[in-house]
């Protein structure tokens, strides 16, 4: 041990020959470090001097390597002063002391100690006197101290972020000094690798955590985030793209996007992309983020980023740049979905970069051998319902790659074998069938009778899944394209007609339903937020109804308008009623949406309110006119029907009864049963009991017109006029008052493809209904899971339409379907109507029969695809790649395109585009 010469009072001798006695004794250092506080008790009177020299000793002990338990030994010396000579420290503690630790130890070897004996020295010094020097110094120190490790740089930085988060004052105030401050530890951080071992991981991730800390500390006190955000990244994105300095950056500095705003991100993505016209900066760029995702926990921003990155660059054509990023960093991203912190970051990158920007088969089977092994570690954790989620969606882009990649049998065994046992596992629901299982055998490209997908702009499942289902209702799709309608006053019907034009004829795998999105977008339903499916449905019906039936209204007016002009000027008689103060005068709104007879004057004896028979017959015939148009809407038309609701009292034995439109039922549960695998709830059941009597009494009872006061009586519900196409909704969601939130009842229903609806005209008629979609509601609560739909098209083939992903299926999928995957609405046909044709089928409305500006529309949007296509291939020709894309094991070089596959919507083209409409 080194000591101070020539200046020891015989005091501080006896108490350093003492220190130096117990640390080179044989025991432990939590012995040693209670023996020294003892000694320091018997040490009490100790003058200034003595202190400094003490303070300084204990300085080169901590900061010196460990030997003989060194760095322990000094803290215990500091505690002891801290204990015992408290009077004198402030004295002791002078600018000059905090002075020396910055400007004296930068390169000591433990130097990360240093923040932390500032720390000490604030805590027993003048603070005010004292922080001003740690302003001055701080970013100084961090610039130049050494670190002989990574794991030693991530100590520094998180004793100095703790530091100065619990002295804040510490922290420099100007613009200029903050930046240079957060400069200097995100090109510290940039330095950092991380450790190999588990424990220096964890060590080095929980120091580095600090450090985010602090930088959110520093954005939540500053008035303008930001700014604070976009001056973060300028310096992230400075140090990153300095490759001299900076080759391989240390993915801690994902925690850095951590701290940003997510509100700048697509505009940063912008302007980074707009300075950057170098590709090779940008796939830099793209693969170090990708392996920041893959190496750094939880870093939920850079998923974001990535996200954001890939959209912008396909916006901008810049495929060959996804491409290249794919190539170099595909493999480490798979592996990455064995780990399930990783995953929820990892998966959705890989789902967007597979199979579209996947150049070459070579590219794709450098995974190929860790498919089973991520399948299998997923089935592992299938009790857990995000990882089902997270298998479908691999078995799904896994089965759409070798869709696209065919001809590798002996390279795919291993994989088509775990995709079997995946399908044969009942307790999978919502797997491919058999014929799908058959089908990815041969490895052949998808069959024609393809749909096309819808793209999930974030969290908008609830929408897709609703238009799906109103596509398939043949009915309502054909009068949807044939409707002559107005953008002024019809837009949502004009978004409609267009987005079933390209469901119909588009050659993509999947479209955008955007402009629909922003057009039918409920009051109240916030953009990026899971929805509650059935209130989109009804809105939309609502709003195509009031659109038609106003466009209609518009123009019957006009008529009328028309009409009367060419009366008034054919007749000399001018004294009679028009038509509106007609039915005014009658008490009829001029608005009336029903179409009740009761409400028609004189229809039950009452006698009509004007002064000429004539004039009150033309308006009542105008009135009717007027209940036609309201009635002949394409909603009206397709899925109205009318119920009747009687109510007998029980005391007068009096009955009163009114008719009202309907567009859905809802079922409602029975509160003394609940639905499980072995007894679920039957749907015929819950059907018969919405339709039986139902007793009105207590708080619920009925008043009676005729006793003037609440009674007991007994309400049926019948339907008098069933709808063409029944839409069922199964009320899965109840509102808890206790926590005001909107539960999820998991109630296990059997459904058959079958349903009768009782009738009004006779307890024997029934109206039969046939089950064509069924919209799927997958999670816990109503502001959480993804909706999904089964439909089925008139040739009885079953699919399953999961946003962009349209796969084969079968009507037993809905009864293997187990909670929280509960079917929500479910979509019958009656006897009368009919189901969308299968693609191909001469049933289909041909492109040529589509209006021309339909036609238009989707030949334009075909041949734009074909295009990236086409440019597509050019680039993979030049990476002379193209010919084993199509190539079996058995192929020779020839290169004829007769032995390409079809395209995926029918008939041949000169080129293929991406096979991922079916997906097995």
């Known amino acids: 041990m080194a000591i101070i010469e020539g200046r020891e009072s015989s ?62 030994a000094g803290w215990c010396i500091l505690r002891s002063l801290e204990h015992s000579q408290q009077s004198i420290l402030a004295d002791v503690i002078d600018v000059s002391v905090v002075e020396s630790l910055f400007t ?108 985010e800390k602090l930088l959110k500390v520093i954005a939540d006190h500053t008035s303008d985030r930001r700014q604070l955000s976009a001056m973060y990244l300028r310096i992230l994105y400075a140090t990153v793209s300095d490759s001299v300095k900076y080759p391989d950056p240390s993915p801690a500095l994902a925690t850095i996007l951590q701290v940003v705003d997510v509100d700048i991100i ?34 939920n921003h850079v998923n974001r980023w990535i996200l954001s990155l890939i959209s912008k660059l396909e916006e901008e054509n810049r495929t060959d740049i996804l491409q290249a990023v794919v190539e170099l960093n595909i493999e480490s991203l798979f592996n990455a979905l064995l780990l399930p912190t990783m995953r929820p970051g990892v998966l959705p990158v890989v789902l967007r970069l597979l199979p579209v920007h996947c150049a070459s088969a070579e590219v794709f089977h450098k995974i190929v051998p860790r498919i089973p092994i991520v399948i299998l570690q997923l089935r592992r954790e299938k009790n857990n319902p995000v990882s089902c989620d997270d298998l479908r969606a691999v078995l799904n882009i896994t089965a759409q790659c070798m869709h696209v990649f065919p001809g590798h049998r002996q390279l795919y065994e291993p994989v088509i074998r775990v995709h079997e046992a995946c399908w044969q596992d009942k307790s999978f629901a919502g797997s491919p069938t058999s014929n799908a299982m058959s089908s990815l055998w041969r490895l052949s490209p998808p069959p024609p009778a393809a749909r096309c997908g819808l793209h999930n702009l974030g969290n908008t499942c609830y929408m897709n899944s609703v238009l799906q289902a109103l596509f398939m209702t043949h009915k309502f799709c054909t009068a949807v394209l044939d409707s002559e309608m107005s953008d002024r006053y019809q837009p949502v019907l004009c978004g409609l007609q267009r987005l079933f034009a390209l469901l119909l004829h588009s050659r993509r795998p999947a479209i955008s339903a955007e402009d629909l999105l922003n057009l039918t977008r409920p009051p109240g339903f916030s953009p990026g937020h899971q929805q509650d499916s059935s209130e989109f449905l009804i809105y939309l019906l609502d709003v195509l109804h009031e659109q038609e039936k106003n466009l209609r209204n518009q123009k019957g007016s006009e008529k009328e308008n028309a009409d009367q002009g060419h009366s008034s000027s054919s007749s000399a008689q001018d004294d009679g009623p028009s038509a509106s103060s007609a039915i005014a005068e009658a008490g009829v709104p001029m608005d009336e949406d029903e179409d009740d007879e009761d409400d028609v004057p004189g229809a039950v004896g009452g006698a009509p309110a004007v002064n000429s028979v004539v004039n009150t017959t033309n308006s009542l015939g105008q009135r009717v006119d007027q209940d036609q148009r309201d009635r002949d809407t394409i909603v009206r038309r397709t899925f109205s029907g009318k119920w009747q609701i009687k109510i007998q009292c029980l005391t007068c034995r009096s009955e009163s009864s009114h008719t009202d439109p309907f567009i859905d039922l809802q079922v409602c549960f029975p509160e003394d049963q609940a639905g499980s695998d072995s007894h679920p709830l039957e749907l015929q059941a819950l059907i018969q009991a919405l339709f039986s009597p139902e007793k ?35 009320k899965h969601f109840q509102y808890n008052p206790v926590t005001r939130q909107r539960m999820k009842l998991m109630h296990k229903v059997h459904y058959t493809e079958t349903l009768e609806i009782p009738l009004a005209s006779n307890a024997q008629n029934v109206a039969r209904y046939r089950l064509y979609a069924a919209v799927v509601h997958s999670g816990r609560s109503v502001d959480a899971g993804h909706y999904y739909t089964f439909t089925r098209d008139a040739e009885d083939t079953w699919l399953r339409m999961d946003d962009e992903t349209v796969s084969l299926s079968n009507s037993e999928q809905l009864n293997l379907l187990r909670p929280p995957e509960t079917p929500y609405m479910l979509f019958y046909c009656g006897s009368g109507g009919t189901l969308q044709p299968s693609v191909g089928s001469p049933e289909q409305i041909p492109l040529s029969n589509l209006k021309p500006g339909l036609a238009q529309l989707v030949m334009s949007d ?48 000169a080129m293929n585009p991406p096979s991922n409409r079916f997906v097995y």
């Open 696 to 730: 009105l009494s207590g708080d619920n009872s009925y008043h009676c017109e005729k006793c003037r006061s609440l009674q007991e009586g007994v309400r049926v519900l019948r339907v008098v006029e069933p709808p063409e196409y029944l839409i069922l909704i199964l």
């Open 11 to 72: 005091n501080l001798v006896s108490l350093l020959c003492t220190i130096r006695r117990i640390l080179v004794s044989a025991l432990s250092d939590v012995d040693k470090e209670r023996l020294i506080e003892n000694t320091f008790m018997n040490y009490s009177q100790l003058n200034i001097q003595e202190c400094v020299e003490l303070v300084a000793l204990a300085f080169s002990m901590i900061l010196s390597d460990n030997m003989e338990g060194k760095n322990s």
């Open 104 to 211: 004296d130890y930068f390169n000591s070897p433990n130097v990360g100690e240093v923040p932390s004996l500032v720390s000490w020295c604030l805590k027993n010094g003048v603070t005010p006197v004292l922080e001003p020097i740690v302003r001055e110094h701080v970013v100084e120190f961090l610039r130049h101290a050494h670190c002989r490790n990574s794991l030693a740089g991530s100590d520094l930085l998180s004793s100095m972020a703790v530091m100065l988060e619990n002295h804040l004052a510490c922290i420099p105030s100007g613009p200029v000094q903050l930046t240079e401050l957060c400069q200097a530890m995100i090109r510290k951080l940039a330095t950092l690798e991380m450790p190999r071992d588990s424990a220096g991981v964890a060590l080095f991730i929980s120091n580095i955590r600090n450090v």
């Open 862 to 909: 075909n041949a734009a695809f074909l295009q990236e296509e086409r440019n597509r291939k050019a680039r993979m020709i030049q990476n002379k790649v193209l010919d084993r894309r199509y190539r079996t094991d058995d192929d020779d070089d020839d290169d004829d395109e007769n032995n390409h596959p079809g395209s995926s919507c029918g008939g041949q083209v």
């Open 266 to 299: 697509n505009g940063s993505v912008q302007s980074i992309l707009s300075d950057q016209s170098d590709n090779e900066s940008i796939i830099r760029l793209m693969t170090m983020l990708c392996g920041w995702l893959v190496k750094w926990p939880r870093a």
